[in-house]
């Protein structure tokens, strides 16, 4: 079956230091690998997207994210941190045409000042 | 464009009662989601809907829960004789290009049973 996996539930960064957000997929057919940012009480924001066109995709916010098929990752980075990334990251794939979302548990970035 | 709405926003049941949730799709989309959020968990695929029609219910449970989306106004989630584990986020997300799998959540439903 087809999953997605977040490394870190939590993950905290001072404000201007890297972020590093990691998902690892499980897939034998190449998938379409979503970031959506969610701040509390609040619905899923699209981040960014790959769908089999470049492998460096670039979003909203100052946030990229890299596919690389041979490790089977689509980690999520932004060279420098703001407070108002503070949120939860979910990555997600979905499988074919018209398909489900399938999503990470999730990661709470934490920003220290 | 209004994006996905969802209403209510909070929505408190007793144990027994009905629970109905509404998702008004963005304009143009025919293609629906409904994913549930449960306290300390990541989002889980419930169904996917088109115009009157349910394409894949298979994340929905087997009982008390119903899913529409008739070829007029918005899609109902339907939760029946709620019980405490139906407490949660019920999130609608719709779509308009699958070929990209691309969806736009709305900003949830947070159910409460007491």
């Known amino acids: 079956a087809q999953s997605v996996t977040q490394l870190g539930s939590h993950v905290s960064v001072s404000e201007g230091a890297l972020v590093l957000l990691r998902c690892n997929y499980s897939s034998s057919v190449p998938p379409y690998l979503f970031w959506y940012v969610q701040y509390p009480n609040q619905g899923l924001q699209l981040l960014l997207k790959y769908t089999s066109a470049a492998t460096l995709v670039k979003g909203i916010n100052g946030f990229e994210a890299e596919f690389k098929k041979s490790e089977t990752s689509f980690h999520l980075t932004k060279p420098s941190a703001h407070m108002s990334d503070a949120a939860e990251y979910f990555c997600?794939?979905?499988f074919g045409y018209g398909n489900k979302l399938v999503f990470g548990a999730g990661t709470i970035l934490r920003v220290k000042s | 464009n209004a994006g996905v709405m969802q209403n209510p926003r909070h929505l408190v049941r007793r144990r027994g009662q009905e629970a109905r949730l509404r998702c008004s799709p963005m304009k143009g989309h025919s293609h629906v989601y409904w994913y549930r959020q449960l306290p300390e968990e990541g989002l889980k695929f419930m169904v996917y809907?088109?115009?009157?029609?349910?394409?894949?219910e298979s994340g929905m449970p087997k009982e008390r829960f119903s899913a529409e989306f008739p070829k007029e106004g918005p899609s109902i989630l339907r939760i029946q004789q709620v019980v405490r584990g139906d407490s949660a986020a019920y999130f609608c997300?719709?779509?308009?290009?699958?070929?990209?799998?691309?969806?736009?959540f709305g900003p949830g439903t947070r159910l409460t049973v007491t």
């Open positions: 997600a794939v979905s």
């Open positions: 809907l088109q115009k009157e029609n349910i394409i894949d």
């Open positions: 997300a719709s779509s308009l290009d699958l070929a990209t799998g691309e969806q736009y």
